[in-house]
Structure formats: C-alpha cells, structure tokens
C-alpha cells in the first residue's frame, strides 16, 4: 500500500513536472512570435541611433537618450518610472585628433584618445618612440622612455572564437599603460587598437586610467593598420619622431541619471529581478551595438511579457545604468542605494555584449546551479531557438560592479554570437546598419524567455 | 590477480582514450589558429564573386569558376585533380523583367523569374489576378482561373528561429505552382518571394519545375513589399490588371563539369570522404552565401589540414557540384559515376547554408551514431569554438541526390547561424559584402575539425 501510495504521489509530482515543462515550452513559444513579429527593439534602436546619436556620459545627448528613455518606459504599464541622480566626471574629445610619423611626406595615423585622455596642447607633441609588446618590456629601456612616447603594439590573438577572452588578454594595457609610461617620464601613450582584425583601419577608443599621483599623458589608440604602418616605420628609422594632437580633457563633474522601471510582482514584490544595460556610449559611431541593443533589447524583453498578459511573481526592476564606459558610476550608485535601502536582489539580467544572435547566458552562480540550469532550462532554448550557451562565467560589467554588495545574486550574462563584436566596438563603426533585426528580436526573446523562466522558477536557484 | 590485471588494462585504455581527446583537442586548436591567421577561403571568395561573379549552371562565368577552381585546387598537394563531364540544360533570363499594376499610374512590381521560366514574350502578359495563400485554394476558382494570373502570396513563418523550416514550409508550391496553375489555365504564376523579411523589397529567385505534357507558363518571383502592394491593389480593385514581362528561355542542353580533388589516403585509399558544395549560381548578386563559401570553405578546409602536415587515412574527396540551383545534373553524374564504379563512401560532408557563424552539423545517421558523435565530438567543439550543434538531419541537397545510391554513408551538412541566410538567399544581396572574415573561416575551421574527426575515427561511426 505504501508502495502503491508512494508510486501515485511520485507519478503526480512526475506529471506536475512533465506539465509545467509543456507550459515552460508554451510560453517560450509565445515569447518568439511575439518578438519576431512585434518586437520593437529595433525601431527603438533607430530612434535611439539615428535621431539622438552617440550618447557619452555627461554629454547632452547622453540626458536626450535618458529623457527620451524613460518616455519610452512610461510608455508601458510598469509601476513605476524615475530617475536615479548619478554624478560622474565628464570627460570631452574635443576637436579630431591629428597623429602622423614626422618627415618629408607624413604618414598619417588613426587615432583616436583614450577615455579620460588628457590633451597634448595645440602645438601637439612630437617625439621619438619606443616600440614595445608588453608594458613590462619597457624595463630594459630605463631612462631612455624619458621624454618618449611609448607604443605597445601587441597584436590580438586571433586564434580564439571567444573574442571576449581575446579582449580580455590586451585590455589590460589599455588601462594600465599611461600611469606606467608617465611614471617612467614617457610623454605620451600610444596603444594598438583593441580589434580582432588585423586589416582594421578604425581605431577603437576605450577606457583607461591615470593614477593619483602620477603627471598625465595622453593616451591615444591606434588603428591595427596604423599600428602596423608605424611599426615598419620604425624598423626603417628607429630614431623617426611621431607627431600627436588632441585637445580632450576632464570637465568636472556633471549631474546624470539611471533610468529606472519597476514592474510590481504579484506574489514576492519585495524580492527584485534586475535587468538592463548602459545606456551611454563611447564618443564615436552610434553606440547600437554598444550598448542600444542592450538596453533597447532588455527593454523590449519585458515589453514582450506584458503584451503576453504576463504577471511576474517578483518585482522585475529594468536599470539603464550611466556611464558604463568612462566611469561605472551609475552601477556604483545603483549598488550604494541598493544596499542601504537593504534590497533583496535575487537575479540579475544584464546585455552589453551586443545584438548579435544570441548564443547563451554566461551564469554567475554555483557550478551546481549551473548544472541545475543547463538540465531543466537549457533543453528548452537548445534545438528549437538555437541557444545551448549557459556556462559558469562573470556577470556583465554594471553587473559585477554592484554585485560586489550582493554576493549571492544570481547574474546572467547575455552572449550574443562573439565573432563580430570587437570588429566595431568602440568605434565609428558601431551603427544600427551594423545590427540585424532577426538577430536582434532573436535574442530579446531569449531574454524574455530567461527573465519569464527566472522569475517562475527564482526558489529553484538559491 | 585477474582482478588487478584487468584494472591495469581498463586503465591503459582509459589513458589511451584520454591521451587521444588531448590530441585531438591540440589538432583542433592547431586548426583553429591555422584557419584564422592564414586561411585563404576569404581572399578566394573575393575572386570568385568580384572576378568571376555570378555563374548559373551551363553560362560563360560558371565554365570561369570551373576552370579558375580547377586552377585552386592544383595549386595544392592533391593527387589528383580533375574535371567530371556534366550535361545540363542552360536557362537564360534574357533581358531585365518588368511588372507593374495597370493603371492610370502604374504602380511598380519588383519581379524576377524563376529558373526554367519561360517568358511571356516580347509585348508581355496583362491579365487579372486570382491572389491566394495555398495552391489549394484555387480549387474553389474552377474556371475562373483561364486567362489570369494566379499570385500565391503566402507570408513567411517569421516565428521560426531555423529559417531553413519556414523555408521549407513555403518552398513546395514555388516548385508546384506553374504546373498546378497551367493546368487550370492560368496564364502566369507570380509567387511571394522566400524571404525572412517581411520588408525586403528585393525579388528572390529559384528553382520551380514544370510537368511534361502541360503547357509552360511564365513563373515569376514578386518581392514579399511588392506583394503587399499588390494585395493591397487588388483589395482597393479586384479587377485591376497586372502587367508581366519576361524573356527567359531553355537555351538547350550544354557540356559542363564537377570539379574534383583527391587527396589519397594513406591506409584505406579505397574508402573515400567525399566534401564539397556546389559552384554554380543564380544568376544575380555573386553568389557570395550561396554558394561561394560553401567551396571556398571546404577547400580551404583541407587545405588547413594540409599545411598542418596532415595525411589522411581515408581517400578525401572534394567536389565542386555544378547546377545544384537548377537541376542537380552535377550530383546525379557524381552518383551515377560512384555507383559504376562501385565505390566505397563512408562520409560525406556538405556545406551549401552560407558562410555565417558556425553553428553545427545536421547529422544523417542513426540515433545510436548521432548519439555517439554528440557524447564524442561535441565536447571538443562546443565552450572552446562555440559549435554546439550535433543533431540528426537531412544532408545537404547535393549529397542527398547522389546519396540515394548510397544509403549507408554518414552524412553531414553544415550549419551556419540561420538567421541572416533567407535575407540574402537568390538575390542581387547575396554579394562578398555580406560575408564577415572571421564568421567564414571559424566555419572553415568547424570543417576542417569534423573532417579530420571523421578520417581518424570513421570506423566508429559504420
């Protein structure tokens, strides 16, 4: 009888479990038709590209992209829509720069300045330079970096499909250098694009950093092409000089926003899904790849519910986060508010990976969590929407930046396809031709179909 | 004793097993980094789309692709290279088509016939439009349908992540059609073109077939913008004309050639792998997707192998298909020559999807096989390179056909990302701008792996 009895209650737990698979199934189908033909991530893109541009932290355009965001938010039945103040340092390219090796014909360089760049002053600098891979070779140069400006030409590992790891292996330089070269008395730093194709001719900006301390240089990055033309100029003539100009500079400090929407949960509204991206961009191209796919992707992503009917069971919270590239501040703030306000986060969605199609999520959990998660989601995504990504891996970066308060959040890391991302990231190429709408309502659906699966299942995951 | 000695032995096979996963995860790697720093499959589809171009089955430019890929293929270390005698029959569009509504302005229809059309002659067809969604429903015309058009305007399954099934789901009655519709005394066949995009604008053409004995009728291919203008023409006036010309034409039967290599195997030359796509075209755009890279890939593909130094224990095989678009005669001789000679196949592996990031390979095998290959294979691929899928599923088209005489080879057909390929597919769009470098030769390198798993490993798979 026990068996009998033991048999039937583990039949319908069995029959609980088949059912709710079915409707898991249901609902992702929804989701992709919905998205397919009624997405409008899109056309916000556009908006978003096209009519407000390229968006820095500080900048004009960056409060146009937030006023105009947070219509779009109020747009749509959340509960709530406002504004986080977030104060950062805006930081100003000024006029083009100019770069070219000194002789009788110039050979023009690419360039572009660093986040955070000083300026060389408008009669620029001209100088010798010291070719190095590593920052760590200029060492054995001593005191010949004085007075030098130092070129680390290390080329990108082209070997990898995951060009995040790649990036990952050359990024460090970039932050590091101007603080290493200025130390050693180098006048400027000049850094090989971060691009995963060696026939690039665009340079790629990015962040970098100068330590307390330590006189500024200018820290500019150089096309791989330029990189590659300097270099065998410099095989030529070791002792040629470059000449460089850029007048960006430091502006103070400016006030911003977060843009934030709340969309009360019915059963747990007190425990909270956050989702989203930054909402700046870098100061060149249109910012749609970075980040307008991520943040017009997340946003859409829950569009995609609530056209659905779908009532979440938990507060789902969408953050456009400010100043992701020059300065993480608005994830610093939404993480210090967060904290004090003793807020219960129990998942984080993030895209900032581009809007390609979409691969998988990169999870910040436990590897058993993980486990759990390629067991009972994955086969949902896997064969019909081509989606079988979910590994262990670190969560985005606005992410990281203020989950360092809230250890036990599980993050996932939106993964769109890696082949193309660092062709454009961070430069004049980064514009809504670069983004292809099935690719890029494919991948809202895949995070409309985790953000349904994680508020329906949160329990499962702690 | 037996006990411990059987332990040592189960232990030597285990560390065997293990020692050759190592290596062939150090092979792939080695492929990988050949593939992406010095692969050629790039530069070669320059040439073939802006050299060459556009080259349907039995035209001028496919005897150039013929001979220039001939060229390719001796500049390598193969042991044989050489050309295989195909009869097929040569359609040619003629001079550009041209439709439009009638009327007081005549609203503009973007056209292309489809292959083996024939044409309407010099002055045109005018005529009404029957519009429906499925051949079916023409039924309930009886006929009504003498003396008109018939417009098949059925719209494309955009929930569909695998384009390929909304393909299929539509592609029957484009093949069906102008036989159905003469049959009924229609007097032309406009048909919704196979895109993925419900607002591309440009006509896709491809393959139809007519029946013996019925008469031939124009079938032509409408754009899927131009067929909503349509739609929407005949709604505002069901009487309203179309006007249609074309002039198309069989121009009879020519000589032309499958293209092959052989790359002699070093312990079982008699069992032979057999690679390859089809070289020829349609006849506009340059046929970059389909099917540039699905040559210049599997080639390249060996050629990595070679320049690693490898040497084959199977007999590898490239073949470069011709009219895979417009009759498969190049397939058919291929299996007809196999067959009499009574050749020993044992895989084959066909790229004819596109040339965008690599995804997988649908597998026609048995379960137990596919299963195998998944528990076996698929780890070696999936986090590193991103090649995650391994499922049963159909060949390509090409080794279908000549597969039909060899129901036991393995058979693998390259997945590329589906998202993008139905954009571009049998269009003025499908052009080497299209192609990104680093998603074709990732493609390369997925081959190349498999390729080399399949040699090394093929008795496990039989």
Known sequence: ?????????????????????????????????????????????????????????????????????????????????YLQDVQLPYWDRGKPEEAYVVGAKKQALNILALGGSVGTGS?????????????????????????????????????????????????????????????LGGVAYLFRSLSSSSQDDYPHTGGT??????????????SALSATRL??????????????RNNSAWKGMVNSHNVIAEWRGTEKPDEIITIGGHIDSWDVGEGAHDNGTGTMG???????LMKLGYKPKHTIRLVFYMNEENGVNG?????EVA???????????????????????????????????????????????????????????????WGAHFPNTVMFNFRPDPHRYFDIHHTAKDVFEAVDRRELQSGVAAIASLLYLVDQQAEQLH
Chains 1, 2 share one sequence.
């Open 298 to 304: 997340t946003l859409d992503a829950i569009r995609t």
């Open 123 to 183: 009669k620029g600098i001209t100088a010798e330079v010291i070719e190095v891979e590593l920052l760590s070779d200029l060492k054995k140069y001593g005191d010949a970096v004085r007075g030098k400006i130092v070129f680390v030409n290390k080329t990108w590992d082209e070997s990898l499909v995951e060009t995040g790891a790649a990036y990952g292996l050359n990024s460090g330089q970039r932050s590091r250098g101007p603080a290493e070269v200025a130390k």
């Open 209 to 222: 950093r100068y330590v307390n301390g330590i006189d500024s240089i200018p820290a500019l990055a150089i």
């Open 331 to 335: 994830s610093m703030k939404y993480g």
């Open 1 to 81: 009888m026990k068996t009998l009895f033991s048999t039937f209650i583990l039949g319908a737990l069995f029959s609980q479990a088949v059912q709710a698979q079915d409707n898991d199934a249901t609902m992702l189908d929804k989701i992709y038709t919905q998205s397919f033909y009624h997405g409008e991530a899109y056309d916000n893109l556009h908006y978003l590209t096209k009519t407000i541009g390229h968006r820095i932290a500080g900048s004009q355009k960056a409060e146009d992209a937030v006023v105009w965001s947070k219509s779009l938010m109020e747009k749509l039945p959340f509960d709530k829509v």
């Open 231 to 244: 270099s065998e100029a410099l095989k030529a003539n070791p002792k040629a000089k470059v000449f460089l």
């Open 339 to 401: 904290l004090a306000k003793n807020e219960k986060i129990i998942a984080a969605i993030e895209s900032d990976a581009g809007g390609f199609a979409p691969r998988g999520f990169d999870i910040k959990a436990s590897a058993e969590k993980v486990q759990w998660i390629q067991k009972q989601w994955k086969p949902l995504f896997e064969e019909r929407f081509w989606v079988s990504r979910f590994l262990q891996g670190s969560p985005g970066v606005d992410s990281g930046i």
